[in-house]
């Protein structure tokens, strides 16, 4: 009794409930000031639509109404003993009041809906799962995890399924993987399927026949199970209950993982402050490879990174203007598509250019294109303002080189700038490379907060950007090697590539703020740009040769 006094589980609520508000301001998404949490009875917690207050369903904290909680609770749970069940109640009290903090700001903006309240329910856990799971550390999740498997089991003698909660999960591979009923391999390849052919997971399972036939018949059913949560939501509480409880299990079990700008994009409508992605049309004119060239050099005083993008832009236009001529040689224009990736790739600041090689196959009027001729050939009338072939050229190089006040334009230097320092990215063409900085979210850290664990099987992709970042290695023989992650140094690639546990734990070591790659939205760049593995195995085989030396040297 005397652990339970000394954790006041309202007061608890009330700590994390400050802390919430504080780290979603830094992030720039305010909770509204006036909103508060009030004691209220009963089962659940909730926010109130109407008085936009959250109630947390804890009594006044004395040992009469201890032990009172205590029973009701302890009973529901299936808890073994007082000093568990108080545990598990501390680990989820940031859980309820991130998920209830997740209805307020969908009301708040205007997008919730009352008649869908299923996916209310699943959008509120996604901000529940982005502020609260990476810090549970890994012996954390199993203990909950083992708990809840007890918990679910006592309560399905009264909902009568047991895999209710799993089948209306948001996403059917996670709660399938959840269940054991797919593998890694089997969850990703359909993932992959879905990306490429724009195909339905369920879809895709029914025809393959990768289910056995009980979980296919279930699944289904899945709409209908969706519906009568909505008809039902918190009328039945030990059914809601259960499927929270459920929809938690799958959660801690799964490989994703979310951000809050992740569900700022997603679930409120708050875009980037990016400039738009550079369409492709292979149409390019001779100016406007020549404007590229012209913007290049005018932003090379001013921003490294802009004369660094302007340069591989004009190495696209190049390629471009080159590929719509007559090269005179056979299959030259589709040998020139197929390998432009590489020819593009292939170019570092300080070295002669490749394109220069192509000389002897450009006809003659379009050598002058080339890079040791363009410069000679732009005639000082040239606008190149005008002239830039996209609109996000446009107002790169207006603001470089112009009065600037362009933020979106600032945010995306940044973004370029974190990239250029990155090995792993730094060598992609521009276009590439504006396709992962609008993939990217912004993950912000407070001093001592992991950002992975080891052993973890989470295998999104981090590059820091500022602050410091610290690693530890557990040994086998129980000692601890530690080190720092280098601004800009890529980590998390080895287990994107691999699909193997985490092999360190990072942490912030001072309030710092990273970039990250989730390993879905990084598959499908590689869909698209296979460029971009070939330098994840390069990143991975030159850090392993690296290690490798270092042993032999010790």
Not at 194 to 214: C, I, M, P, Q
Not at 435 to 460: T, Y
Not at 548 to 554: N, Q, S, T, Y
């Amino acid at each position: 009794m005397d652990e339970w006094l000394e954790n006041d589980l309202y007061k608890l609520g009330n700590r994390f409930f400050h802390e919430l508000k504080d780290e979603l301001l830094a992030y720039g998404l305010p909770v509204d000031p006036a909103l508060e949490i009030e004691r209220a009875s009963g089962l659940l917690c909730y926010y109130s639509l109407v008085d936009e207050r959250i109630y947390l369903s804890i009594p006044e904290w004395t040992s009469g109404s201890i032990q009172v909680f205590q029973m009701l609770i302890g009973s529901l749970f299936s808890a073994s003993d007082e000093h568990e069940l108080l545990r598990f109640l501390k680990l989820c009290i940031p859980r309820l009041i991130a998920h209830e903090i997740g209805h307020h700001l969908r009301h708040r903006a205007g997008r919730f809906d009352p008649s869908n309240l299923w996916l209310e329910e699943q959008i509120a856990n996604a901000l529940a799962l982005a502020l609260t799971k990476h810090r549970w550390s890994l012996p954390e999740r199993e203990f909950a995890t083992h708990f809840l498997q007890r918990t679910l089991a006592g309560l399905a003698e009264s909902v009568g399924e047991e895999t209710l909660a799993q089948d209306s999960y948001a996403d059917v591979l996670q709660g399938l993987y959840a269940q054991g009923a797919i593998g890694t391999k089997t969850m990703v390849a359909i993932q992959a399927m879905e990306e490429l052919f724009d195909v339905g997971a369920l879809e895709v399972l029914r025809v393959a026949g990768v289910l056995e036939k009980d979980v296919a018949d279930r699944l289904e059913g899945r709409d209908d199970l969706i519906m009568d949560f909505n008809a039902t939501y918190t009328g039945d509480q030990i059914s809601y209950l259960y499927y929270q409880l459920g929809w938690l299990q799958v959660d801690l079990t799964s490989r994703e993982t979310a951000y809050v700008m992740e569900f700022a994009r997603d679930h409120l409508g708050l875009l980037p402050d990016l400039l738009p992605h550079h369409p492709r049309d292979y149409h390019s004119t001779t100016e406007e490879v020549k404007a590229c060239y012209r913007a290049f050099q005018r932003c090379e005083r001013r921003s490294t990174v802009a004369a660094r993008y302007f340069y591989k832009r004009y190495r696209t236009e190049l390629l471009e203007r080159l590929q719509e001529s007559n090269l005179g040689v056979p299959v030259a224009q589709a040998n020139l598509r197929r390998n432009g990736d590489f020819l593009l790739e292939s170019w570092e600041q300080g070295q002669s250019d490749r394109l220069e090689m192509l000389a002897p196959l450009v006809p003659e009027p379009l050598r002058e294109l080339l890079p040791s001729r363009v410069a000679a050939s732009i005639g000082l009338d040239l606008d190149v303002s005008s002239k830039l072939p996209t609109e996000t050229d446009q107002r790169l190089y207006d603001h470089v080189v112009g009065a600037g006040g362009d933020s979106a334009a600032e945010e995306t230097l940044k973004r370029l700038a974190f990239l250029d320092r990155s090995e792993l990215f730094r060598t992609l063409p521009a276009e590439v490379q504006m396709e992962v900085v609008h993939s990217m979210f912004v993950l912000r850290l407070a001093q001592g907060e992991p950002i992975i664990w080891q052993g973890d099987r989470q295998n999104d992709v981090y590059i820091p950007v500022d602050g410091r970042f610290g690693f530890e290695v557990s040994k086998p023989d129980g000692s601890i090697d530690r080190g720092e992650i280098a601004i800009g140094q890529v980590f998390g690639e080895m287990s994107f590539l691999t699909e193997m546990p985490r092999s360190a734990t990072v942490r912030a070591l001072e309030p710092s703020r990273a970039l990250v790659l989730k390993s879905t939205e990084l598959q499908m760049l590689i869909h698209e740009h296979p460029a971009i593995i070939k330098r994840l195995a390069g990143v991975m085989v030159k850090r392993l040769a690296n290690a490798g030396a270092a042993r032999v040297e010790e």
